[in-house]
C-alpha cells in the first residue's frame, strides 16, 4: 500500500475514491495496528510530505482514538492501552510532539488534535506525567509555530468532554495557566500566538479553580483577560469576552472587585463594538450575569433560614440604568435578511432584556417604557420593531400589577400593530401578543379585547409565512389561557370557537407552506383540547372534517414519486392524527358513535404507510387515545389491531416506534383490564425479547418492566404463568448499579432511578394481581430480594420523588397482601421505618407522596407491632404512572 496515495485520497471529492481508500485505512489499522499508528506518525512529522498528506495523516491518527459513542471510545481507547508496544507509544508520541513545530499550521493543527486524543487516555491515568511540562516549555521558548501549536493543543485537551480527562486537569492547573497567560499577555506581539491563548485560557478555566481562589494569581488572570478585550485583533477580543462569561458563571461569588473596577465599563464598551461578534459576547456576558443571579436568589429562597446562602451582589440591579439602554439600541439592529433562527446582536440583546427582566422585576420596566414611546411611531421601522419587542421581553418578571395596567393601555396598539407596514414589525407585535397572553392573561379582558385580538391573529396568520409561527404561537397561548377549568359549561373562547375554527380549517386547506399548515393544525389542536362544553358539538362535528381529510391521504400514497413529496405527505399525515388525538381526548366517551370509522381509518392507514414511515408513531397515540376513552369497549377492535401491534413491538430497527408500541400495550391494558387476557401471550412473549434484546438501548427497560405491572394489574391471578420468568427478570435488574467507569455518569444515574422505578412498579402490579387472585403465597421467593431493592433505594442519594412514593405504594401493597404478619420480621428493621419517615415529612413531596408514606407508615407500625391501637387508615388512590414513551 502506498501510504501517501492512500492519504491523499482520503480527501478526495469522488465519494467512491475517498471510501475506497478509508477501507484500505481500515483494514491496515486492523492487520498491524501499531504498523498503522507508526506510519502514519512518521507521515505526519514528515516535512517533505505535502500538506493534505500530512493533514489526512492527523486525521486517520485522531479517528484512531475517538468515537462519538461511548462504549466504542472506550474500546478505541483500551486498543491503545492494551495492544501497543511502549516503544511504540513513546515513538508515536515523539513524533506528534515534534509536529507541533512543523512550519505548516496545518500539521499542527493535526498533531493538536493527535495529542489531545491521547492525553485522553494517558493524562487520567498518570501515564504522560511530562506532557503538560513539555507543552508549557514549547511555550515559553518555541518558535512562533511551536508557540501556537503547543497552546492549540492546550486549548483541545481542556475542551474534551471526558469526564475523566477533566476531573484530571486540576493537577496540572499551574502548568496551564503559565502557558495559556504567558500567550495570552499584551507583551506577546504574534496575534496568532495570543489568540490561541485566550482560547486555551477560556477552556481552561473550570480546572483552575484553586489558582482562582489566590487573590494574587486571580488578579494577574483578570488584568490579562480585561487587557485581551481592548486588543486590536477581534478574534482576541471575542475570545476575551467568551472568558468573562465563563468566569462570571464559574466564580460570581470572586466577581464584585473587578465589577466595580473594569468589567462594567469594559463590557458596555464591548457591547458598542462595530463588529457583531464582539458585541454579542458582550451582550452575553449580561445574560450570565442575569442568570446567574436568577439561579441564586432561587437557591437562596429555597435555603433560607441555613447558613448556607451564596453570595448575592445585585448586580444587573445596579447596571439597569447603564445597561438597559444600550441593549435597548442593539434591539434596533435587526438584518431584515437574517433567517429565523440566524442568531445576531439584536436577538442577543432581545434575549438579555428578557432575562434582565427576570432577574430585576419592575425595575426594568421604566427605562424599556421611555424607549417604547420614543420609538413606537418612529418612521424607521427598526425602531419600531425594537419597541414593539421591548415590550414583550418584560412580560415575564416584573409585578403582574405593574403590568396589567400597562398591558391594558397598550394592547389596542400592538393590536393596531399587527397592520404595520413592515412585516418584521407584524412579526414581533405577534409574537408580542403572545408574550402577553403567556404572562398576562388577566389583562385581557375577554369583551373588549378577545375579538380584536383573535382577528387581528388570524390575519396575520395568513398574510406572511414569516409571521406563521408567531401568530400560531399566541393563538396556542391565548387558547391556553381562557379554556377556564376543565368541563365548565362555557369560557371566553366559545362565542369565538366555531369562527377561529372554520380559519384555522381553510388556512390549512388552502396554502401551500408546510411549516404553515402545520402550525395552524397546531393551533386547531390547542382550540379542540381547551373547548368548553357549549362547543362539544362543534368538536364532534369538526371529527368528520378531519376524517374525511385524513382518508384522501391515503390514495395519494400511490401518486408521489419524490422524496420532498413523501415527506409533505407523511407531515400532513400526522398533523390530521394529531388533530383526531386532541378531538378523542376531547369527547373521551361521547367519541363512541364515531368510534367505529375512527378505527377503521387508522386501521387502513396503518396498511397503507410504507416502511420507515413517521406516521405510524402518531397513529399509534390516536388509537391509545382511543383506548383509554372507550375503556373496556375498545376490545371489538383488538383481533384486527393486535399484529400491527405485535409487529410494532418486534421493530427492533425503528427504536421510536418500538418504544411507542410498549407505551401502547401498558394503554391497552390499562383500559380492557381482564378482556386483555386473550392477548397477553403475545405481549409477554415480545416484552421479554425486548428486554433481552442488544439492538435496543436501555432506556425501553423501564417501560417494559412498568409494562408488566400494568398487565398484572388487569389480569389478577392469571399472571402466575408468567411469574416466574418476570420475577427472575426484576431480581436480575434490581442487581443493576453504577459501576466502574459508569459511575458519575449522569445518563446511567438516571438510568438505574428510572429502572428501578420500573422494578418498583412492576411488583406493585404483581403483588395486587397475586393478591387479587389468593396466590400470595407464591411471592415468597422474591420478598427478600424486593426489601433489599427498597433498602438501596433508601440508601441511594439520587433517589428521586416517583421512585420513594412508588416504593412506599410496594411497602404497603406486601403488608395488605400479608395481613398475618408472615414476614413482620422485614418490617422491624430500622431503615424502612427511617424511610417511610423521611418520605412522609419532606416538604417539597406532593400531598399524593406524603399520603403514600404515611399509610406506608402505618403498615409498618402494624407489621412491626408498634401501632398503639387500631385505627381505620384508608389507603390513600395510587395510580401507575402512565407508559407511553414518546406519546
Known sequence: MDVNQVLEATLAADAATRTQAETQLT?????????????????????????????????????????????????????????????????????????????????????????????????????????????????????????????????????????????????????????????????????????????????????????????????????????????????????AYGCLNRIMALYYEKMRFYMEKALFGLTIQGMKNDEEDVAKLAVEFWCTVCEEEISIEDDNSQAEGTESLRPYFNFARVATQEVVPVLLELLAK????????????????????QLWAQAVGSN??????????????????????????????????????????????????????????????????????GRVCEAVPDAIDPTTHLQPLISALFTGLSSHPRMASSCCWALMNLADRFAGEPGHPTNALSQHFQASVQHLLQVTESTQDNQLRTAAYEVLNAFVTNAANDSVAMVASLSDVIIERLHKTIPMQQQVVSVEDRLTLQEIQTSLTSVVIAIIQRLEKEVMPRADGIMQLLLSLLQSLGPKSSVPDTV?????????????????????????????????????????????????????????QPFCDSFMNNLLNNLRSTSLGNQFKPAILQCFGDIAQAIGGQFETYLSVVGQVLQQAAGISAQGENVGSFEMLDYIVSLREGIVDAWSGIINALRAGNNTSLLQPYIESIFQLLQTVYQDPNRTEALLRSSMGVIGDISEAFPSGEYSQYFKSEWLTNMARDTRANKEFSPRTQDTARWAREQIKRQSGKAQKPRHFVQPQRFLPPVSPGV
Open 620 to 676: 399509534f397515540a390516536a388509537i391509545g387515545a382511543l383506548a383509554s376513552a372507550m375503556e373496556g369497549d375498545f376490545e371489538k377492535y383488538m383481533q384486527a389491531f393486535s399484529p400491527f401491534l405485535i409487529n410494532a413491538l418486534n421493530s427492533q430497527d425503528e427504536p421510536q416506534l418500538c418504544a411507542i408500541a410498549i407505551g401502547l400495550v401498558s394503554d391497552i391494558t390499562r383500559a380492557l383490564e381482564s378482556k386483555v
Open 334 to 353: 435587526q438584518d431584515e435578511d437574517a433567517a429565523e433562527d440566524e442568531y445576531n446582536v439584536s436577538r442577543a440583546a432581545y434575549q438579555c432584556v
Open 27 to 239: 483494514q491496515a489499522a486492523e492487520a498491524d495496528f501499531q504498523g498503522y499508528l507508526t506510519t502514519l506518525s512518521r507521515e505526519l512529522a514528515n516535512e517533505q510530505a505535502s500538506p493534505q498528506v500530512r493533514m489526512a495523516a492527523g486525521l486517520a491518527l485522531k479517528n484512531s482514538f475517538t468515537a462519538r459513542d461511548y462504549v466504542r471510545l472506550k474500546e478505541v481507547q483500551n486498543r491503545w492501552e492494551t495492544q501497543i508496544d511502549p516503544s511504540v507509544k513513546t515513538q508515536v508520541k515523539d513524533y506528534a510532539l515534534q509536529t507541533l513545530s512543523s512550519s505548516d499550521n496545518r500539521a499542527g493543527l493535526s498533531a493538536a488534535q493527535f495529542i489531545a486524543s491521547i492525553a485522553a487516555i494517558e493524562l487520567p491515568r498518570e501515564q504522560w506525567p511530562q506532557l503538560m511540562g513539555i507543552l508549557v516549555e514549547n511555550v515559553g521558548s518555541g518558535n512562533p509555530r511551536t508557540k501556537q501549536s503547543s497552546l492549540t493543543t492546550i486549548g483541545f485537551i481542556c475542551e474534551s468532554e471526558d469526564q475523566d480527562l477533566r476531573d484530571s486537569l486540576a493537577a496540572h492547573s499551574n502548568a496551564i495557566l503559565t502557558a495559556v497567560v504567558q500567550g495570552a499577555r499584551k507583551e506577546e506581539p504574534n496575534n496568532d500566538i495570543r489568540n490561541a491563548a485566550i482560547t486555551a485560557l477560556g477552556d481552561s478555566l473550570e480546572f483552575v479553580r484553586t489558582n482562582f481562589e489566590n487573590e494574587g494569581e486571580r488578579n494577574y488572570i483578570m488584568q490579562v483577560i480585561c487587557e485581551a478585550t481592548q486588543a486590536d485583533d477581534n478574534r482576541i477580543q471575542q475570545g
Open 364 to 433: 426594568t420596566v421604566a427605562p424599556v417604557l421611555s424607549f417604547v414611546e420614543a420609538n413606537l411611531r418612529s418612521e424607521d421601522w427598526h425602531y419600531r420593531d425594537a419597541a414593539v419587542s421591548a415590550f414583550g421581553a418584560i412580560m415575564e418578571g416584573p409585578d403582574e400589577k405593574v403590568l396589567e395596567p400597562l398591558v391594558k393601555q397598550a394592547l389596542p396598539v400592538l393590536i393596531n400593530m399587527m397592520n404595520d407596514s413592515s412585516v418584521h414589525v407584524k412579526d414581533s407585535a405577534a409574537y408580542a401578543l
